[in-house]
């Protein structure tokens, strides 16, 4: 079992550039969240998606897009990335909301 | 808003030493909680998760309790090793209309020296 798997690992852009971070998990979870992880802030829920079709904002959305394709992959989008953007990027599921998460090795990104 | 505190930020202990972190939280409203531990470099790997009705969870060498009403949970890890060395992570999550967000504290740094 593979888990949660997240790509790329690094990825360096430049401002106003846009990309996806893509994860994926094969535990057939219904939710799965994003969250970025910044030195002396912690983690920070970005959005999350409680099943397949809904998507809800977290507590630092502004400035991303979340695409959930299908019940496996759930992707977050920057259209037009900011050097604030610059950040660790993970992604999570879980069975349920009320479930254990369960996390991927994460995307580290930097906005030049 | 919810907030989360682990005290110590940074704890250094001989191997062998029985160890306690600390994480309080501001709202009593929760559903679950969970540690997690985080090395280096690395995503989160959960240790475990207290649903908002029990009182205790165990793991091994690791013993985890809620006190919901006053705000606190304490991870315990027994006989400690130079592998348990990483940052410890407790976060909270919450019910109602923020089913499934999670809130997280700033984390324990341990360091266990051989």
């Known amino acids: 079992n593979a888990g949660v798997t997240q790509t790329p690992k690094f990825q360096v852009l430049k401002t106003g550039q846009s990309m996806t971070l893509q994860c994926a998990q094969d535990?057939?979870?219904?939710?799965m969240y994003w969250y970025r992880q910044d030195p002396g802030m912690g983690l920070r829920l970005i959005y999350y998606?409680?099943?397949?079709?809904?998507?809800d904002k977290g507590e630092v959305p502004n400035g991303y897009n979340v695409p959930r394709l299908n019940k496996r992959e759930f992707s977050l989008r920057l259209e037009s990335a900011a050097p604030s953007q610059t950040s660790v990027y993970f992604c999570?599921?879980?069975?349920?909301?009320?479930?254990?998460?369960?996390f991927g090795p994460g995307t580290r990104l930097t906005v030049t | 808003k919810q907030e989360v505190t682990q005290i110590p930020a940074a704890l250094s202990v001989p191997e062998g030493e029985n160890l306690v972190l600390n994480c309080s939280f501001t709202?009593?409203?929760?559903?679950?909680l969970q540690w997690f531990r985080q090395d280096p470099g690395k995503g989160l790997t959960s240790l475990l998760l207290?649903?908002?009705?029990?009182r205790e969870q165990t793991s091994g060498r690791l013993n985890a309790s809620l006190d919901k009403s006053s705000g606190r949970s304490t991870l315990y890890i027994a006989a400690s090793q130079p592998g348990d060395s990483a940052t410890y992570l407790c976060?909270?999550?919450?019910?109602?209309?923020?089913?499934?967000?999670?809130?997280f504290g700033q984390g324990t740094i341990l360091t266990v020296h051989p």
């Open positions: 999570a599921s879980s069975g349920t909301g009320y479930g254990e998460q369960y």
């Open positions: 535990m057939n979870h219904n939710s």
């Open positions: 998606s409680a099943s397949e079709g809904t998507t």
């Open positions: 709202d009593s409203a929760i559903y679950n």
């Open positions: 207290i649903q908002s009705s029990q």
């Open positions: 976060a909270v999550g919450a019910g109602g209309t923020s089913y499934g967000k999670l809130t």
